[in-house]
């Protein structure tokens, strides 16, 4: 789930000092931004504050963040011809904010709990770059597969080049695991995501450091979820979309899950958080290697309260097994 947001008011304080690029161009108060869920919420783990957006500035594609609006790309990659003139990214040079960042709040967090880095998987980092922003229907970038392969596959080679040296670069700076966001993935069927998707995906997985856990995420997927395991990861992600025993078995008892409480019922009271809360433990049924986490991230409208609830419902929960 994204941690930080809008839903905290200390994060709201915060936005109202900095624009959200220059946030996270600023690693003193990004490692703030990333501990202060830690504190006021007690989760398990801290989430480096950055975004899956970030590496492909380089790419000059125009990257802002609308007010509102969320990510838009000024100068959409649509063509062959966009796509030929596209260089590899020099991650070093483009986010060294976000390894300083990292190495700050591994400072400050003295193995209390682990720091998680994260970034965009090849598809859904594509999708912005190609759609320019948000997209119901992804249509230009189903256009581009389907017309043009060879430019399509070139694009996802660069984005998931570019992706493992993100991530590499985040684990050098502390981070002890790392999720990729597939996050759009599930507009997809099961044919496209083998021939268009796939190959990148276990591509930039392969290339991560050897020995820190990967989880894979996406929403939407139940009918991908093998072909994600395939893929690879140590912890696949579920959305709400999914029951989680079912969602587990598809991906088989020999990986470990992470989910999937729609981030929805958090709009709600307390109690019937509780319930669905322990919804999503029995279903996990005390099996070793389930994270509880939210299907997505937070809305916005959530009262802090109700997250804060359901951390220490889930804490006392489990420890009851
Ligand atoms: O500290 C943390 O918990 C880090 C949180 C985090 C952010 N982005 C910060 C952020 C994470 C995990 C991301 C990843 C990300 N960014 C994804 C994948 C995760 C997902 O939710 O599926 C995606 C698709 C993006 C691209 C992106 N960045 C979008 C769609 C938006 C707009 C969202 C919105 O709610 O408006 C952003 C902006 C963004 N990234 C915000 C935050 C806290 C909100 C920006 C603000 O302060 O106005």
């Not at 072909?227 to 696949?236: E, N, Q, T, Y």
């Not at 804490?315 to 097994?321: F, G």
Request: charged share 20%.
């Amino acid at each position: 789930m994204r941690q930080a947001g809008r839903y905290m008011p200390e994060y709201r304080a915060m936005r109202r000092r900095f624009g959200f690029l220059e946030l996270c161009k600023n690693p003193e108060a990004a490692a703030e931004v990333t501990l202060q869920p830690v504190g006021r919420l007690g989760v398990d783990g801290a989430i480096l504050f950055a975004d899956i957006l970030l590496i492909v500035e380089p790419l000059g594609v125009g990257l802002e963040f609308v007010q509102g609006e969320g990510p838009a790309i000024r100068r959409p990659v649509r063509s062959e011809r966009d796509i030929a003139r596209l260089r590899p990214i020099d991650v070093d040079a483009a986010v060294p904010f976000v390894f300083e960042t990292a190495r700050r709040v591994t400072r400050a967090l003295a193995g209390k709990v682990p720091l998680i880095g994260f970034a965009g998987a090849p598809f859904t980092v594509a999708s912005y770059v190609v759609e320019g922003g948000p997209s119901r229907d992804y249509l230009h970038a189903k256009r581009l597969m389907y017309e043009a392969p060879e430019a399509w596959h070139r694009l996802m080679a660069i984005l998931a080049d570019a992706t493992a040296r993100y991530l590499n670069g985040q684990i050098a700076a502390g981070a002890q695991a790392v999720q990729i966001f597939d996050s759009w993935v599930g507009v997809l069927g099961p044919d496209d995501y083998r021939a268009f998707v796939q190959p990148h995906t276990q591509a930039l997985i392969q290339a991560l450091t050897p020995g820190v856990p990967v989880i894979h995420f996406g929403t939407g997927t139940a009918a991908l979820l093998p072909l994600m395991r395939a893929a690879g990861g140590d912890v696949l992600g579920l959305d709400w979309r999914v029951d989680l025993d079912r969602g587990w078995a598809a991906v088989g008892h020999d990986v470990a899950v992470q989910g999937n409480l729609d981030p929805a019922v958090l709009l709600a009271k307390p109690a019937y958080i509780r319930q669905r809360a322990k919804d999503v433990l029995d279903r996990a049924g005390g099996r070793p290697g389930h994270i509880f986490n939210l299907g997505h991230g937070v809305f916005q409208e959530t009262p802090v309260e109700h997250v804060k609830a359901l951390v220490d419902m889930v804490h006392e929960l489990s420890d009851r097994r």
